[in-house]
């Protein structure tokens, strides 16, 4: 069982940078592949960026290539986050989930957090 908690949302301006971190339970979970999502107001969840359990294996959504990072520290047991050149169509929950599957992209995660709101200003 893993239970993960997203938090480092908030307000930003439109081109500045925002941190969020993933912090999970369970001892397992270094094992996990991690993803993050988001889902806008009136839109479906989708994919933003997955990685495997050592963080050797990434992969992104087109529309954050290169804007957006993700990382994982497995002695923290936590997955980061980072968003630069932040754009308001950002704005939305943004969910981290993990899977015990080696499998890195967009599927239905078996764990998920609660989310956290980004609002990215024009």
């Known amino acids: 069982q893993v239970q993960l908690v997203e938090s480092g949302g908030g307000l930003v301006q439109a081109g500045g940078s925002l941190r969020l971190s993933c912090a999970a339970s369970g001892r397992s979970f270094r094992w996990y592949t991690v993803g993050w999502f988001r889902q806008a107001p009136g839109k479906e969840r989708e994919f933003v960026a997955a990685t495997s359990w050592s963080g050797g294996s990434t992969d992104y959504a087109d529309s954050v290539k290169g804007r957006l990072t993700i990382s994982r520290d497995n002695a923290k047991n936590a997955v980061y986050l980072q968003m630069n050149s932040l754009r308001p169509e950002d704005t939305a929950v943004y969910y981290c989930?993990?899977?015990?599957?080696?499998?890195?992209?967009?599927?239905?995660?078996?764990?998920w957090g609660q989310g956290t709101q980004v609002t990215v200003s024009s």
């Open positions: 989930a993990a899977d015990r599957k080696f499998t890195v992209g967009s599927y239905e995660y078996e764990y």
